[in-house]
């Protein structure tokens, strides 16, 4: 399927690994334009020399925490105009409810839910302008499930939601697509980190923790980052206009649920 987005630009915010570098390597492939952001200097140039190279599409980087005003404001400057925004970055450390404290809050809440609504703010207005535009927000399937030990992930990504919920539907009359994407257990670093938790936890080995949360899921496996990529270039493309606030669970069936 032609996704109908070839020669578009794309920012994606944290993108030298996992879910990010996912996305941007599924856009690439799609002829999109990349702006690709992380902290570490070396994996994101890494990242971004081998999508050059695999997909001949022009690829910005700014080595930045987009966590910070310091941080976007370097990336916003970069990026210029883009047509299509996914917002990601890093997630809370896990922990117990009685651990986090209100800067513990702060901190969760600015990188997992002021940030993307800092940079749809930012970018949205110029896609509104030109009358075409995508949002994708890298969310957790514990917006619809809650994780107990990533309380602070459950909060700030839950406020996230509302917003994005709203606004969606404030700009879709105006061409543009805004949704949320839940990942279940994917294989990334991240899920390799939170396998370590669990294994400190229970005093098991780290590939006992991972086959114990693989069999919580459905599919029997965790998902790779092809897979959530391959659903993020479905939502910016030309044939997701009629897909407006929603939340894409990608989970194995790991959520338990109906509807
Ligand atoms: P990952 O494998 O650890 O990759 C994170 C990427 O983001 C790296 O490129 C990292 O590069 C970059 N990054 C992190 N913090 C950043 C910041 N402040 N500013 C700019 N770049 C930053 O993580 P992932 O598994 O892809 O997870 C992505 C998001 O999905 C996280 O919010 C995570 O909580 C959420 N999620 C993941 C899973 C899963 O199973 N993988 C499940 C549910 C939710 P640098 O470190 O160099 O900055």
């Excluded at 890298?138 to 459950?154: C, F, M």
């Amino acid at each position: 399927m032609d996704l109908g987005i070839a020669g578009k630009r794309a920012l994606v915010c944290a993108s030298s690994k996992g879910l990010g570098r996912g996305c941007a390597e599924a856009l690439a492939a799609e002829g999109v334009h990349l702006v690709m952001n992380a902290r570490g200097a070396e994996a994101l140039e890494a990242a971004a020399a081998e999508i050059r190279a695999a997909h001949g599409v022009e690829v910005i980087t700014v080595a930045a925490d987009i966590t910070t005003e310091q941080g976007r404001a370097a990336v916003l400057g970069a990026a210029g105009d883009v047509d299509i925004l996914v917002n990601n970055a890093g997630g809370p450390p896990p922990g117990m409810w009685t651990d986090w404290e209100r800067e513990d809050f702060i901190k969760a809440l600015d990188a997992n839910m002021l940030t993307p609504i800092a940079l749809i703010k930012a970018l949205v207005p110029g896609m509104i302008e030109r009358g075409w535009g995508r949002v994708v927000n890298i969310t957790s399937q514990s917006v619809k499930s809650p994780i107990a030990v990533l309380g602070l992930s459950n909060s700030a990504r839950a406020g996230l939601t509302g917003y994005v919920a709203g606004t969606a539907r404030q700009v879709a009359g105006k061409g543009v697509v805004m949704n949320n994407l839940l990942p279940g257990i994917h294989d990334t670093d991240r899920a390799t980190a939170l396998d370590g938790g669990v294994s400190k936890a229970q005093g098991i080995t780290v590939e006992e923790a991972r086959k114990q949360r693989e069999a919580t899921i459905p599919a029997g496996r965790y998902g790779t980052a092809a897979e959530f990529g391959a659903a993020c270039a479905f939502l910016c493309s030309q044939h997701a206009g009629f897909i407006i606030g929603q939340n894409v669970l990608l989970d194995g069936g790991a959520v338990n649920s109906t509807l």
